[in-house]
């Protein structure tokens, strides 16, 4: 099971501690050419053990999440003779997590890692439960191993600096894991609106990654239960690729909020979700997120979408992570295409 710390400060003094306890035979810490400028000063400034470490620096971009990036390091830790008693501190989102703790989880069948997310999405999502991989043959995550880190860290000081879309774009999955911890959570994450200046972020942020801690602790290679973290994705990632192909690019958190949207409709449909809730959902999500303009033309090229993402599935028969109410997960929900254009209808007027 990995540890999470949480702190306000820079954590570099949680890393040491961790690093005391590891004493691993040499030290790696694994930034993107974003993180290694703005985040990897903020680690040196504040620990001690970061000053003797490697540091191993790979391209930005989910796009450079490949097969090519994993070897490349592969080989940066072979020349400078890491061992499976090595350890690797992942700084970054959740592309440096993911490919960082596939490599660490591959290198000599495994060396321990350890997670620094520097973004809310990355904290909130990636960098817990021990989902790692790579994009492979043009599918996202194809290749890929379940590891869980040694440790993670969140401090919620890099997020001073992210824009409020960022914010948003975690916030996407905070509230997913508030629709799945019930309703008093939920009412909760739709009384406020993430600002890093306001305090209490950190709270919001401890809450909502226990929610996510219990279900992996119940189902950690997603046999079942943890399918229930998949809510809002199924459209979400429709969403988001169908705005990609038409040149307006969506953050994935957004797409994940209009995905929850859009699939609270189906639960309503097919489970009787309590419409209070869904409507409730549907405002904040119209408030604080950009809508995306679909029409009854696009519906073909969406139903595409999700069949692929789901690669066996037909566009007649799709799979949902669905709710029967908050706190009440229905997952491997079938749908068939008629439910789901007339879930695109009722999300279109509740987004206008
Ligand atoms: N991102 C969902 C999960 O970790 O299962």
New binding site residues.
């Given amino acids: 099971m990995e540890r999470i710390l949480y702190t306000a400060d820079a954590p570099g003094v949680l890393l040491d501690v961790i690093i005391a306890e590891a004493s691993p035979a040499s030290l790696f810490i694994l930034a993107d050419e974003n993180t290694a400028v703005h985040c990897m000063p903020v680690l040196l400034g504040s620990s001690e053990s970061a000053a003797g470490a490697t540091l191993l620096v790979t391209p930005a971009g989910d796009g450079r999440k490949t097969l090519d990036a994993a070897e490349s390091l592969w080989h940066r830790l072979v020349d400078a003779g890491a061992t499976r008693s090595s350890m690797l501190v992942n700084l970054g989102g959740g592309m440096v997590s993911d490919l960082g703790g596939f490599v660490a989880s591959t290198f000599k069948r495994g060396m321990r890692y350890v997670n620094v997310p520097t973004t809310l999405l990355g904290a909130v999502?990636a960098a817990v439960?021990g989902?790692t991989g790579i994009n492979f043959a043009g599918l996202k995550n194809e290749v890929g191993v379940f590891a869980r880190p040694e440790s993670t860290i969140v401090s919620t000081c890099f997020f001073a600096t992210l824009p409020q879309q960022e914010l948003l774009s975690g916030y996407a999955e905070m509230l997913k894991h508030a629709l799945l911890s019930g309703t008093d959570a939920t009412a909760r994450a739709l009384s406020e609106v993430p600002d890093v200046h306001v305090g209490g972020l950190l709270d919001m942020m401890r809450e909502s990654i226990s929610c996510k801690e219990l279900i992996v602790a119940s189902d950690p290679t997603?046999k079942g239960p943890?399918k229930a973290?998949n809510l809002g994705h199924t459209f979400g990632h429709a969403f988001e690729e169908f705005a990609s192909e038409r040149r307006r690019p969506v953050s994935h958190g957004h797409a994940v909020a209009m995905g929850i949207v859009a699939e609270l409709v189906l639960s309503r449909m097919i489970y009787g979700f309590p419409s209070s809730t869904l409507y409730a959902v549907a405002a904040f999500v119209r408030e604080n997120y950009a809508g995306l303009d679909v029409s009854c033309d696009d519906y073909p090229r969406l139903l595409g979408l999700m069949a692929h993402d789901k690669k066996n599935a037909s566009p007649d028969a799709i799979s949902f992570s669905l709710l029967h109410a908050p706190g009440s997960p229905a997952v491997d929900s079938i749908v068939n295409a008629t439910d789901i254009r007339a879930a695109l209808d009722i999300y279109r007027d509740l987004m206008q």
Avoid: I, Q, V, Y
Wanted: aromatic share 0%.
């Fill in positions: 999502d439960g989902k997603e943890r973290l």
